[in-house]
């Protein structure tokens, strides 16, 4: 599942406007490292593969970030995420859907609704490898 080294923009604007997502999505990372609701690592990817459209240095740095690197180097290359990631990400979703019934008080449907997305995205991140296969 390794991905291959994705050719810069081809246009100048096209690289300013992954450049600025890059950086929006490193942003909402950061954020998300903070806040229950927001989830952080899916960020990280999404902003490591805007730089690697827009700045092969930002992309570097990221990637060789020594807290934030390793997680998307495995999941770039092997689709892996580390165990503490996948309940760090079970139990943020977890608090955040307490939260979200305790502050929004949604109606039966909503609610459901809710659940059933984020036990989706629960079953797929538990449900990829842990480790890499070799």
Known sequence: ???????LAKTRTMRVVYLLLGLVMTALGIIGAFLPLMPTTIFLILAAWCFSKSSRRLEAWLLGHP???PTITNWRTHGVIAPRAKAMACGGM????????????????????VA?????CAVYVLTRPSEPTA
């Open 1 to 7: 599942m390794s991905e291959p080294q994705s050719a």
């Open 94 to 113: 977890a608090l955040g859907y307490v939260l979200f019934l305790l502050g929004a008080h949604p109606n039966l449907w909503l609610a459901l609704l």
């Open 116 to 120: 059933a997305i984020l036990g989706a």
């Open 67 to 69: 807290v934030l690197g």
